[in-house]
């Protein structure tokens, strides 16, 4: 069964960083598309960012854009996302999700991912 262990989450300053780490362990990792969604208290899980097994696309959400980058390592099955310029509104719990058959159309789509991790929790205060 696949296992996702998300990290580097907690209680920030706006306008701090933080850095998120996802990993992996029972999949092949480099067949596996990843990404992070968000879910904030009230509100639906929305798409942050995914990258494509061979890091060929980075779609990202218009909210995080040019705040938030997503990387992978395959050497480590490891995927990072870093936020910076980080706003109460990025206030949320954050998931690492994998998928191995979804293609580059459904990147953003949450039903395309198969396997989620447990979430780690991202606050920032004003």
């Known amino acids: 069964q696949v296992q996702l262990v998300e990290s580097g989450g907690g209680l920030v300053q706006a306008g701090g960083s933080l850095t998120l780490s996802c990993v992996a362990s029972?999949?092949?990792?480099?067949?596996?598309?990843m990404a992070w969604f968000r879910q904030a208290p009230g509100k639906e899980r929305e798409f942050v960012a995914a990258v494509t097994r061979g890091h060929g696309a980075t779609p990202i959400a218009d909210s995080v854009k040019g705040r938030f980058t997503i990387s992978r390592d395959n050497a480590k099955n490891q995927m990072i996302l870093q936020m910076n310029s980080l706003k109460p509104e990025d206030t949320a719990v954050y998931y690492c999700?994998?998928?191995?058959?979804?293609?580059?159309?459904?990147?953003?789509?949450?039903?395309?991912?198969?396997?989620w991790g447990q979430g780690t929790q991202v606050t920032v205060s004003s």
């Open positions: 029972r999949l092949p990792w480099t067949r596996y598309a």
């Open positions: 999700a994998a998928s191995g058959t979804i293609i580059t159309s459904q990147l953003r789509s949450q039903s395309a991912y198969s396997s």
